[in-house]
């Protein structure tokens, strides 16, 4: 079965601080991975694309990484804002099927 | 630039009543997506479309029905709703099939 994991689940951080959020799967023939933001009681948006035949997006202060053979990417963010707070969720493309991870929550302090 | 449209945004059925969640895109994308998304839970398929007349299933589609006549709408039908049905409602599209998805703002259904 195609799963996808997200750790940790919750994130508390200070302002400022680097952090990286990480995203595992159990099929590595993937087609792409992606990274989205969820903000409360809204929609998701598409943060990074990474295709299969590449290794790192970067887009900002966000850079992602994939590594297929170890079914594993993650997602870093430098120098964190507040308005950073949100659900950040990865999903893993399978032919026209894309599954999603549980989310991280990462809360940024001021 | 609307982008995905979903309607209603919140809407509370009676168990065994039926409803369609209507969604519409403007980007003239060919894939379309319905996912269910409850607490704590990451998003599930319920059905997808890869074009004007073709649908399929995706992990959870029982109790749910859908059609694509045109290429910018994608209704999600409910029959007969029952409480396991209540969470948040996704639909989505993206134009090649490796691109990225688009997500509309979501339909939160309660059936009591």
């Known amino acids: 079965k195609q799963e996808v994991t997200q750790i940790p689940a919750a994130l508390s951080v200070p302002e400022g601080e680097n952090l990286v959020l990480n995203c595992s799967f159990t099929?590595?023939?993937?087609?792409?991975l992606q990274w989205f933001r969820q903000d409360p009681g809204k929609g998701l948006t598409s943060l990074l694309l990474?295709?299969?035949?590449?290794r790192e997006q970067t887009s900002g202060r966000l850079n992602a990484s994939l590594d297929k053979s170890s079914g594993r990417s993650t997602l870093y963010i430098a120098a964190s804002q507040p308005g950073d707070s949100a659900t950040y969720l990865c999903?893993?493309?399978?032919?026209?099927?894309?599954?999603f991870g549980a989310g991280t929550i990462l809360r940024v302090k001021s | 630039n609307a982008g995905v449209t979903q309607t209603p945004k919140f809407r509370i059925l009676k168990i065994g009543q039926s409803m369609t969640l209507q969604c519409t895109q403007d980007?003239?994308?060919?894939?379309m997506y319905w996912y269910r998304q409850d607490p704590g839970m990451g998003l599930k398929l319920i059905y997808y479309?890869?074009?004007?007349?073709?649908?399929d299933k995706g992990e959870v589609p029982n109790g749910y029905n859908v059609s694509r006549s045109t290429t910018e709408d994608f209704p999600l039908r409910l029959e007969l709703a029952a409480p396991s049905q209540t969470s948040v409602y996704f639909c989505?599209?993206?134009?090649?099939?490796?691109?990225?998805?688009?997500f509309g703002s979501g339909t939160q259904l309660s059936v009591l």
């Open positions: 989505a599209s993206s134009y090649p099939q490796a691109g990225k998805l688009f």
């Open positions: 099929d590595s023939a993937i087609y792409n």
């Open positions: 990474i295709q299969s035949s590449q």
């Open positions: 999903a893993v493309k399978y032919g026209n099927k894309l599954v």
């Open positions: 980007m003239n994308h060919n894939y």
């Open positions: 479309s890869v074009g004007a007349g073709i649908t």
